[in-house]
């Protein structure tokens, strides 16, 4: 029989601890931790060399957030690749190689156990672009700061997304290293460096026969996420939406009409503006007040929630604190003033037609009288079951040529279909335990409102359940003084010892849950 322990240290485990005392399934360390009494050696030993460890888990972090790869500015796309490959081997994985694609490279690793099962997992070290005049310190320092309510925490490009939890990962398997103790599972490990464009070679890596092949025997694969919220709560993710990540350009060089070129702006009483022809496409692809997709045939495939789903929402509204989220998030109301868990559902629900940023003519200071020649939306669509990607790209192409907008151009960038898992899959289910033996409160969800490529995965011919896992806690992804918290003085939140110590117990669910 495989050894299992529970390693989390939190006051929010008290209600664990006296069911536990009272069943005498588990034994208190003088830390105060979790464990079971057959395994409180393995622990012990796992959780010192984490502990001794942990210097070095943040110092990892922040020498990685120091290395930008951008994939969209071909930044440090070799490096980046070489550096991940270098934390595989120096975790403890047997082989690591960096994968070349017709774009940027990834990476993928292994690790033989000698154990029963396989598990999968997915890193991205790319992150998004920044502009260090938007933050308060410099974005690649990795500056310690406070967080109140948190702790100390990493400010970094990168830092949540997705580089701290998944530091913490490597930590575990370190301190695993470190103790001589083995994880009780086989893993394999594919990252890439085109996350942030929408993963438009990732399938070539994906597809590679061998790796594949390792891939398939997998029970599962999931992405490493510090999401607690200040109660300590996370959520279980049973899908995500998909994306297409694109361009509208419009010039007057495609349309025929307006400038080749910029042209003095007095010239606009008999000279036609790509500007303003962009304006007028981008208002016919949503509804007047902006909020719900208007092109055609836009929702004929799209699936409405479930009952299930509808009542995990109710469940996750209930758990949250809507106040707290608006807080964070900057806002003060949601589209039409839905009540929270209305909210949610159109969260889980809707497609959505994003605007991410409008490019036309001259943007420094004070004004410059030009008509541009050219007018570009960068934008990204959001997609739910049962949409796709192709069927996406194809009708936003249709509605705009109907509409006499044929001139103006798509861009595509990359993306990738939604993604969905079963409730009951092995991979869930083990989360689920290792949250609860943790005394995490955690909700299932139907599915992630943001993307990743999970379809990759879930979609034929790999059809592995797939995933997000981790505790901790940080924000501000693609954001200015994006963090991550490495010493949490909230009881109910993780630091980065809890952290990477729950990868190592999810470890352990994964090989045993039936």
Request: aromatic share 8%.
């Amino acid at each position: 029989m495989r050894k299992r322990f529970c390693s989390f240290p939190f006051s929010v485990r008290l209600g664990v601890l006296k069911t536990a005392l009272l069943t005498g399934l588990f034994a208190v360390t003088g830390s105060a931790s979790l464990v079971f009494a057959s395994d409180s050696d393995d622990y012990a030993v796992i959780r010192a060399a984490a502990e001794k460890g942990k210097a070095a888990s943040i110092a990892r972090l922040k020498e990685w957030i120091a290395l930008p790869s951008i994939a969209a500015e071909d930044l440090n796309m070799p490096e980046g690749a070489e550096y991940m490959r270098k934390l595989a081997l120096d975790a403890g994985f047997d082989a690591a190689e960096v994968v070349p694609t017709e774009g940027h490279p990834g990476v993928w690793a292994t690790m033989d156990n000698g154990a029963e099962r396989t598990l999968a997992v997915y890193f991205m070290y790319d992150v998004k672009q920044y502009d260090p005049a938007e933050w308060s310190s410099p974005p690649l320092a990795g500056k310690i700061i406070d967080k109140p309510g948190f702790g100390k925490a990493m400010v970094g490009r990168g830092a949540v997304n997705q580089k701290g939890p998944q530091a913490m990962l490597l930590a575990g398997l370190h301190a695993m290293k470190e103790a001589g103790v083995k994880p009780p599972v086989n893993l394999v490990l594919v990252a890439e460096g085109e996350e942030e464009i929408g993963s438009p070679h990732f399938k070539q890596i994906v597809s590679r026969p061998d790796i594949m092949a390792k891939l398939k025997e997998s029970e599962g694969i999931f992405i490493p996420i510090g999401w607690q919220d200040d109660k300590g709560n996370v959520g279980v993710n049973l899908g995500a939406k998909g994306i297409v990540e694109l361009e509208l350009v419009a010039s007057g060089e495609s349309w025929g009409r307006g400038p080749e070129k910029d042209i003095h702006s007095s010239l606009k009483a008999m000279v036609d503006s790509p500007a303003w022809r962009l304006v007028q496409a981008l208002q016919t692809l949503v509804t007047s007040d902006g909020n719900t997709p208007a092109i055609d045939g836009w929702f004929e495939n799209v699936r409405p929630l479930t009952e299930r789903e509808k009542e995990l929402i109710g469940q996750a509204a209930a758990s949250s604190d809507e106040a707290t989220r608006k807080k964070l998030l900057g806002v003060q109301h949601w589209i039409d003033d839905l009540p929270y868990q209305q909210a949610l559902e159109r969260l889980a629900s809707q497609p959505t037609v994003n605007i991410e940023g409008l490019v036309a003519g001259y943007t420094g200071p004070g004004g410059k009288t030009i008509l541009p020649g050219r007018a570009v939306a960068k934008m990204d669509l959001r997609l739910v079951p049962n949409q796709t990607r192709a069927e996406a790209e194809a009708k936003l192409r249709a509605h705009l040529d109907e509409r006499g907008f044929k001139d103006v151009e798509m861009k595509i960038g990359g993306g990738y279909d939604p993604t969905e898992t079963a409730e009951d899959s092995r991979i869930i289910q083990a989360e689920m335990a290792t949250y609860r033996r943790a005394g995490v409160n955690a909700t299932l969800n139907p599915r992630l409102a943001g993307s990743w490529p999970g379809a990759m995965f879930t979609a034929p011919p790999l059809s592995l359940p797939a995933g997000q896992f981790g505790i901790g806690h940080g924000s501000g992804a693609h954001a200015p003084d994006e963090y991550f918290v490495v010493e949490s003085t909230n009881p109910k939140v993780a630091g980065a010892v809890d952290a990477a110590m729950a990868f190592v117990d999810f470890f352990y669910q994964v090989a045993e849950i039936e």
